[in-house]
């Protein structure tokens, strides 16, 4: 079945949450958001591309910091309001600079930092 | 430091985004919503307990299927405003009895079914 982003679901907002894992390691790196548009222009060019809500633009990641993320495999959920996307990660993923942004880690009610920034 | 719910950033609904993986293998089992008192439940049982947007209701995941989620580790990303729950997922985690909600591959502009539901 030929694939039609009208067909996902959008918040009121238009946009659809999309999470970014590591396709080799399998990390979760990151959860951002896309618009009809953005799911296009990832799909095109093998770029993965969201819609920057504070911005109010696309974003193209990595495109200042280099820290890139080619798309290997695009992935829809069941209910078709999230998406998945498995992509190799070049540099660390996260604006902080560490690999994933998920490094904090809550465990006996105490915030733990699981990993530090790259340098 | 001390972890407190309140910390996190909710949507105007009071609900902030959480990723389900799969501890062992990985996988990105689902996406769903929690709010502050679900956060907390799951915390103190280890019984991942979503929001159900629909029923505007508590969901225990798996308490009428038995397809259960225990908590392995809990994480909260950098800007605060979204979770990645580490599992132990017993059965499939999709309502479609699929292992995981993303069963769905956008290839060459085509919907691929990676997966049938599990019996």
Redo the contacts between chains.
């Keep these: ?3 039609d982003p009208a067909s996902l679901k959008f918040t009121p907002d238009g946009l659809i ?1 999309a ?1 970014a ?1 590591d396709a080799e ?4 790196l ?2 951002a958001w896309m618009n009809a548009d953005a799911v296009m222009q990832t ?1 095109e060019t093998g770029r993965v591309t969201y819609w920057s809500r504070s911005r109010q633009a696309f974003w193209v990641k990595g495109e200042t910091s280099g820290h890139v993320q080619e798309l290997l ?7 078709r309001d ?1 998406l ?1 996307l498995r992509v190799r990660q070049t540099g660390p993923a ?3 600079n ?1 690999r994933t ?7 006996d ?3 733990v930092e ?1 990993m530090k920034p790259e340098v």
């Design positions: 079945m030929a694939f949450p999470i894992q390691t399998g990390e979760v990151m959860m799909l495999d695009f992935r829809v959920d069941c209910d999230c998945l996260c604006h902080t560490r942004c998920f490094y904090t880690a809550v465990r009610d105490d915030e699981l």
